[in-house]
């Protein structure tokens, strides 16, 4: 029986030096949640997901967001079949088990929002016709947050859509070495089928089923609700971030073996979930302050059970 | 009717059941000797004294002088006391006592003074007016006046002949005492150098004093956490393995696995299984909360029972 750690494992193998990238896609998988990567650019952000989609199997699509795009590019269209003389659905790479959105800021506002609608609804519509989602369904986007021509910034109510956020930084000078080592030759090839989607479906059910005490579930409310009012913050987090801390708790003490969650898994998740669902008010940037920074310090300002 | 005591300078009277007094300080004051006695507050005087607490003082020095009355009645307050007037003297506060007893009630007020001038600091008598029942005679009961020698500076023959005297015999006292001792002494120096040297055995090495150990919090929490299995006892016990762990005040699981690295694996299992009877499911908290037990047990140096 395949285990969630051979995913993670697969994957550590393909992405070096990026643990927290790893755990956070395998997390947010277990979670049956949709991951939202940020990155300069050439971090692996997109290999990482494409060893995730090849690593569970199923169906991978890939689409790379553009000005251009339109929400049929995503969604799928009718076309009028000349030969039965009718029109026909055309499924777009929504339908798909991991859908890679890269660059998902560079689309326009109508793009982002029909893949954002699937995401929530885990279903599309195209014409007359709605049609489900296949299961398992993730969406892992990438962004790349520093380079801001040409994008349109995804506002709140869409970034809250993303279980968490998943900051990919620079690997250190050891691991950039291996990775020159290894890849230089040959480009970097995904391992597949570790697991299969059946696998999936039951690690989340399984995930589900991981006990939540009380005051890990208080402790995860009492870190969303400190968001709202802090200092530098302009919007706190919503009630939907208290429920991904919680199901992402539960993912990480799945992972890690155990049979309930603990407020450590919900301390160190904290970051990611809490991210991109606060906005950081004017004073912020004038004080040269780090975002980060500010969720660390309302973090450590709310005592763990 | 009262006779004078010698010494202490105390009047006494002689016989209370004869002497019968009813007082009434307004009333005398008013009409002495012509105001009837009935309706007054009767009073059984027995004593009436005045004495200081030093017979030589020197000017400035801090003195008492204390008046005391000892009435048949139970009193709450003797207001019909007239305090003494002071001459040479400065009255600095007086203090007011009283002590109840089986046979009536002690008035003790104590002045306390201090003498301006070289000479002799006077005290006139302190006094109760009061009516006679039987003669219906206004009557005035005092102590005797009191006079205390002022002195200057501490020279010898400024002080009280009978200390003199006292410091004398006690010197004459600690002069043979100490001839005595230089007696035994020579005594037993003579005696030591008949005698071969003595063999001198080591001395055993002192014995370790227990030193009681220090209060060990964990140890503290378990105790706690064996006789009360709650939420709140199980919370100071993780507290308290953090601590051991070496995590900071308000750490969590993860800060003390850090803290700790590898240096002690047993903690780290006893803080999971502790996390595990905290936070698990509840059919899963009884069973670890036994097993936190019983790997404390193990876990605690010297298997020193913790309960």
């Known amino acids: 029986m395949n285990t969630p750690h051979a995913v993670r494992d697969a994957l550590a193998r393909t992405i070096v030096g990026q643990p927290e990238v790893v755990d956070g896609l395998v997390m947010g998988l277990l979670a049956d949640g949709h991951v939202l990567l940020e990155g300069m650019p050439g971090v692996a952000k997109t290999l990482a997901c494409r060893s995730l989609a090849a690593a569970v199997g199923g169906i991978f699509k890939r689409v790379q967001f553009t000005p251009d795009l339109l929400p049929s590019d995503i969604v799928g269209t009718r076309i009028f079949d000349q030969r039965s003389g009718e029109f026909v659905t055309v499924r777009g790479p929504l339908f798909a088990n991991v859908v890679l959105a890269d660059e998902i800021n560079r689309a326009p506002a109508k793009v982002q929002s029909a893949l954002l609608e699937g995401m929530q609804e885990r279903r599309a519509t195209i014409g007359p016709d709605t049609f489900a989602l296949p299961r398992p369904f993730a969406v892992l986007a990438t962004m790349n947050p520093f380079d801001a021509d040409g994008t349109y910034a995804l506002p709140l109510a869409q970034l809250d859509r993303f279980l968490i956020n998943v900051r990919v930084g620079y690997p250190s000078r050891e691991d950039e070495r291996a990775i020159v080592n290894r890849f230089s030759a040959a480009e970097a090839e995904p391992e597949r089928d570790v697991a299969t989607l059946a696998d999936v479906e039951r690690w989340q059910a399984e995930v589900r089923a991981v006990h939540l005490n009380d005051r890990v579930r208080d402790y995860a409310v009492d870190l969303v609700r400190a968001t709202r009012g802090a200092r530098y913050v302009a919007s706190g987090a919503s009630p939907r971030a208290a429920l991904a801390l919680a199901i992402l708790a539960r993912a990480r003490a799945y992972l890690d073996g155990r049979a309930f969650a603990v407020p450590d898994d919900v301390r160190e998740l904290a970051p990611n979930v809490l991210r991109h669902r606060v906005a950081f008010d004017y004073r912020l940037a004038i004080d040269g302050g780090d975002g980060d920074a500010v969720l660390a310090e309302i973090i450590a300002g709310v005592p763990a059970p | ?307």
């Open chain 2, 1 to 307: 009717m009262r006779v004078v005591s010698s010494g202490a300078g105390w009047i006494r009277f002689a016989d209370a059941k004869r002497i019968g007094l009813a007082c009434g300080i307004g009333m005398l004051a008013l009409a002495p000797g012509a105001a009837p006695a009935q309706g007054l507050p009767r009073l059984d005087i027995t004593a009436l004294g005045m004495h200081a607490d030093a017979r030589v003082v020197r000017p400035g020095q801090i003195f008492h002088v204390i008046v005391h009355v000892h009435v048949r009645e139970k009193r709450d307050r003797l207001d019909e006391l007239v305090l003494p007037a002071l001459t040479n003297a400065v009255d600095l506060g007086d203090e007011r006592r009283r002590v109840p007893g089986p046979d009536g009630t002690d008035f003790y007020e104590t002045l306390t003074v201090t003498a301006s001038t070289v000479g002799s600091a006077s005290f006139s008598p302190a006094y109760i007016d009061a009516i006679d029942p039987a003669s219906g005679r206004a009557l005035r009961f005092s102590s005797q006046p009191l006079t205390v020698r002022v002195a200057s500076g501490t020279a010898v023959e400024d002080a009280d002949p009978g200390a003199l005297m006292r410091l004398l015999r006690r010197a004459v006292l600690f002069a043979g005492g100490l001839l005595v001792l230089l007696a035994f002494g020579i005594v037993a120096l003579v005696r030591l150098r008949r005698r071969p040297p003595p063999v001198i055995q080591p001395a055993p090495p002192p014995a370790a004093r227990k030193v009681a150990p220090p209060a060990d919090p964990l140890r503290e929490a378990v105790r706690a956490y064996r006789s009360q299995r709650d939420g709140a006892a199980l919370d100071v016990l993780r507290n308290a393995l953090f601590a051991r762990a070496g995590a900071a005040a308000g750490g969590t699981f993860a800060d003390a696995l850090n803290a700790l690295g590898s240096r002690d694996p047993q903690l780290a299992r006893v803080m999971a299984v502790a996390e595990r009877a905290r936070f698990g499911p509840d059919h899963e908290r009884a069973p670890a909360a036994r097993d936190l037990i019983a790997l404390l047990d193990a876990y605690l140096p010297e298997r020193e029972p913790v309960g």
